[in-house]
């Protein structure tokens, strides 16, 4: 599985952002996805995962009610919208995908990893 991610960029404080993951294979469907960030300096930290089918979703107390992950089985992509962005939002993110198929957190439950688009939020 190959999974590129896009949609990343330099936006204002308050702004909104839609990152997307386009996945290879035909397997896509059965896989929980995930997005994770890194900051200069920092760990890699969760964002937010869904299931298989889109039907559950987790995510980091930070972003929720600002960010939604959803994805199209269809189009193999996942989505990460992201909205009432703040400069602690500045960061690479990386989709990845677990073949689990169920909510993941943590990254070691994941199988494979997209290269990363950069975040860049401007107070």
């Known amino acids: 599985v190959q999974l590129q991610a896009s949609g990343g960029g330099l936006v204002q404080a308050g702004g909104s952002l839609r990152l997307s993951c386009e996945a290879s294979?035909?397997?896509?469907?059965?896989?929980?996805m995930g997005w994770f960030r890194q900051a200069p300096g920092k760990e890699r930290e969760f964002v937010a995962t869904?299931?298989?089918?889109?039907?559950?979703?987790n995510y980091e107390d930070s972003v929720k009610g600002r960010f939604t992950i959803s994805r199209d089985n269809v189009k193999n992509t996942v989505y990460l919208q992201m909205n009432s962005l703040k400069p602690e939002d500045t960061a690479v993110y990386y989709c990845a995908a677990s073949t689990r198929g169920w909510v993941q957190r943590l990254p070691y439950e994941y199988d494979y990893w997209g290269q990363g688009t950069q975040v860049t939020v401007s107070s």
């Open positions: 294979g035909r397997t896509f469907s059965s896989y929980a």
């Open positions: 869904i299931n298989w089918s889109g039907a559950r979703t």
